[in-house]
């Protein structure tokens, strides 16, 4: 964290001293919650990055629980429903055809095996199931399939998520009317670091999409990726780009980079617990209204970071024994932990 930090951080913003009666990341309002903001500035961002981590992590908790139920959790499970062979060049990831990671690639699985891959996540806790296709864009049968994948599993009473790659406006309107509710397209980095992670796509590309699922309806699930060489900066530069957008992401993964060997990212220097769940604390403030969802990496996290991530903010966790293709914690252990944190799942579906 240290030579991360800008040498002279700006001055924290107001509300960071704990005199400001308006909850920081909102501007004003009834009830103390007002909308979320979105003129979040960089500098405002890397002061909240500079603060103190008790007092950072006070903040967070301050706009957490004016706007969530601090004891629940919401659990997704993601599966990948076409695994493998995606032609896009992403540094990090085990499924791209450039890197020798030893990831089998499979088409797209068969409506049924889904459907009861499905079942057996609502069975175990789950209430949204997220289907990950390694695609850079989906061709119109795989929308097709994908579309009766929505479908059926809309109808178990479950929210859908779909990770199809770029989207078309029209593609998404499909998806939307099959009763999707979320689709996930991460933007990652920062746009000035983009192109040292990904060079077959541009940021602009990914802000297109964005748009596209925004506008035929859906929500979007949109976050990034800690611990892939990015600054502090970069990571700022991130949840401003996410806080700045039309409308904040009703869902914001943020992931400790896996690294897979094969991968270019394979060898570097562990994330920093601290800056880790500081990332997470300022996305909660940046985007109060978020779910703020604990991805990636969970698997190699003690019992103790994970709660110092609930306490950050982080409202929400993927749940299954696999994350596309890499492993995940248990589901018994995560029970576990939640019962020794007094915490539970969340019902409601949004
Ligand atoms: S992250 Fe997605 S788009 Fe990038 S290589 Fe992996 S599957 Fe393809």
Known sequence: MPDQHPSAAPAAPAAASGTN?????????AAGRGAPRQDWTLEEALALFALPFPLLMHQAQQVHLAWHNARQIQMSTLLSIKTGACPEDCAYCPQSVRYETGVASEPLLPLATVVERARAAQAAGATRFCM??????????????????????????????????????GQADELKAAGLDYYNHNLDTSAEFY???????????????????REAGLK?????????????????????????????????????????????????????????????????????????????????MSDELQALAFLAGANSIFYG??????????????????????????????
């Open 21 to 29: 009666a308006r909850p920081l990341g909102t501007d004003g309002g």
């Open 195 to 213: 192109g040292q992670i990904i060079t077959t796509r541009t940021y602009q590309d990914r802000l297109a999409t964005l748009k596209s699922v």
């Open 220 to 300: 979007v699930c949109c976050g990034g990726i800690i611990g892939m060489g990015e600054t502090l900066r970069d990571r700022a530069q991130l949840l401003v780009t996410l806080a700045q957008l039309p409308e904040h992401p009703q869902s914001v993964p943020i992931n400790q980079l896996v690294r897979v060997p094969g991968t270019p990212l394979a060898a570097g220097p562990p994330v920093d617990p601290f800056d880790f769940i500081r990332t997470i604390a300022v996305a909660r403030i940046m985007l109060p209204r978020a779910q703020v969802r604990l991805s990636a990496g969970r698997e190699s």
């Open 132 to 169: 990950g296709a390694a695609f850079r864009s989906p061709k119109r049968r795989d929308l097709e399939q994908i579309g009766a994948m929505v479908r059926a599993v809309r109808a178990l009473g479950l929210e859908t998520c779909v990770t199809a790659g770029m989207l078309e406006p």
């Open 321 to 350: 024994e696999k994350l596309l293709t890499t492993g995940n914690p248990d589901v018994l252990r995560d029970q576990a932990l939640l019962q020794r944190l007094g915490m539970e799942p969340e019902q409601r579906l949004q």
